[in-house]
């Protein structure tokens, strides 16, 4: 069992910078493919970065690309976000995930998820 508890979320205004982190429990974190997601209030989950156990390989959407970093410290058994240049669209509850599978964009895809972090960006 792995669990996920994000901190770092406020309220920010447009064009600001917050770091998300995602801290886990468990020995096994460095084997864990590590994801963000986030959702909007009436929509579904949606991919925003993904990073594979030793952090060579990240992956990000178009919507967020060149603002947003994931990251990872295996020594401390965490992930971070950064985010910067946010937008009022970036305002969302950001979760990270844990998976055992290849690296994916799929929330179902994962196998633990956080309770999220309320991300707010004011214009």
């Known amino acids: 069992q792995v669990q996920l508890v994000e901190s770092g979320g406020g309220l920010v205004q447009a064009g600001g910078s917050l770091r998300l982190s995602c801290a886990a429990s468990?020995?096994?974190?460095?084997?864990?493919?590590m994801g963000w997601f986030r959702q909007a209030p009436g929509k579904d989950h949606e991919f925003v970065a993904s990073?594979?156990?030793?952090?060579?390989?990240?992956y990000y959407p178009d919507s967020v690309r060149g603002r947003f970093t994931i990251s990872r410290d295996n020594a401390k058994n965490t992930v971070y976000l950064q985010m910067n240049s946010l937008k009022s669209e970036d305002t969302a509850v950001y979760f990270c995930?844990?998976?055992?599978?290849?690296?994916?964009?799929?929330?179902?895809?994962?196998?633990?998820w956080g309770q999220g972090t309320q991300v707010t960006v004011s214009s």
């Open positions: 990073i594979n156990w030793s952090g060579e390989n990240r």
């Open positions: 468990g020995r096994t974190f460095s084997s864990y493919v």
């Open positions: 995930a844990a998976g055992r599978r290849a690296i994916t964009t799929y929330w179902d895809e994962y196998d633990y």
